[in-house]
């Protein structure tokens, strides 16, 4: 069997077929600039913290998203008032350092961490790739009657 291969060249025919069926057909190429890639649901792109209907950030501080997080790029700083309440003094992600896994979103028991399909992350700085706690409510406010990946199936 292998000498018949070796002596009609039969895996070298099946290879060339393919690349002459593939070489007259139009490429599937998109033109990024001009034309918008469209994001399948579920994707997981940029972070968001969310409000709930009042206008208040859904955080709570539970420091659940951090625990979860394989790569540690989620850093969380807590206060307390004075009616024992507490209070999220500084919620970042270091985009540079993060996998965008989803298990941070998926740990939160409030659903106040959601990731949106915001896909253009492109950035020239350090700075740029750290997400604090005002950008991400921004992002939440931008994307609010978007599609999100808030880690349960839809």
Known sequence: MSLV????????????SLTLKTMFTKPVTRQ???????????YRGLHALLR?????????GCVL?????????IEIYTSETENHKKVVDVYEINLLRC???GFCVEACP??????T???ELACYDRECGLMTKEKLLEV??????KPMFLGRPD
């Not at 409030?110 to 990731?115: D, H, I, P």
């Not at 939440?140 to 009657?145: I, S, T, V, Y």
Request: proline share 5%.
């Open 32 to 42: 990024y600039p001009t034309e918008e890639r469209i994001a399948e649901p579920g």
């Open 110 to 115: 409030v659903e106040a961490l959601a990731m």
């Open 5 to 16: 291969k070796k002596v009609f060249l039969t895996d070298i025919a099946k290879g060339m």
């Open 52 to 60: 709930d209907e009042e206008g208040n950030e859904k955080c709570i």
């Open 140 to 145: 939440g406010d931008r994307n609010q009657d």
């Open 65 to 73: 998203c951090a625990a979860a997080c394989p790569s540690r790029c």
């Open 117 to 119: 399909q915001e896909y």
């Open 99 to 101: 996998v965008f896994c």
